[in-house]
């Protein structure tokens, strides 16, 4: 039989088809009954400046809530989304959900929402974007759209256009997972970035591996020289950091810094950090 997966792609059930196909179209009707049942979450991981450790912003990651099988990973869903469409729903709601978080925080930090290639294929995706900022009432320099070079190749001249047109807007485009793809270099020279996210793969042998470092090290320098500002994913020991920080590495995420958590915790290490610095610049005051 047919079951309607979203209002343009259907999930055929074939008896033919294979154990896998068979668990994939059943979790992707899944999905979609659970955006609807709001058992997505958009979780939260800190960003933060390696000089002298503020929280600078939240990267906002997808998790599913599944009421028999727990939290599940964006690594188990995200590709299913992407495969049936549905990405662009799920796409639109987490991009709400975080700019909504956002406006809560004590500070204005920033927020990162990741951006699948099919989204960026969306001619009114720039709109979509748009829409909010305008209805949660996020300031536009405060959102950072995370996209890969998946979401470049495909489509490169309506992908350009898009990320003209929220660039404009005063929104910030992150290079995500940089060196995983096929051409960094020439995408880095054709699209205006604000940010380049060194792939955690780089950074995880950082301090065994001498390749690893030469790496990352000339990326660092790659970033420098266009201007461009460049964050290390992955960031789980101290050694790393110190590595980063002498090559003039500004921010990192990882979890040395924190793992993903719920908007309410992260909620409070901003009013934490907010209240910190206000203490620090009233005893400022009165020394003064
Ligand atoms: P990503 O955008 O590269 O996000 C970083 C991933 O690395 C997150 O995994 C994060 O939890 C994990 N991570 C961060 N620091 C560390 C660390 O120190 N050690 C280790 N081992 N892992 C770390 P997560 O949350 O499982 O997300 C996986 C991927 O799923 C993301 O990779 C992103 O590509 C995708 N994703 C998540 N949420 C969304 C979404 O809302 N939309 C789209 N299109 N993709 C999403
Ligand atoms: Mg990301
Ligand atoms: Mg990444
Ligand atoms: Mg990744």
Redesign the pocket.
Known sequence: YRAKASSEQVVIYDPAMDEVSRARSLMAVELRAALELGQLEVHF?AQSDIPTRDLVGF????RWRHPERGMI???DF?PIAEATGL?RE??VW?LNAACREAVSWAEPLRVA????PQQLAQPDFAETVLDALLVTGLEPSRLEL?VTEASLISDKRRAEEVMASVKAAGVRIAM??YGTGYASLSTLQTFPFDKIKID?SFIKPLGRDRQAAAIVRSTLILGEALGIPVLA????TETQLAFLDRARCREA????FG??CGAAETAERVREQWARKRAEFARGMSDA
């Open positions: 991981q990267e906002a990651l997808a990973p964006p690594s995200i990405i799920l796409g987490v929402v990741n951006v699948a995370e995500d997972d955690q994913e992955g960031v789980e995420q990882g979890y040395l793992k993903p």
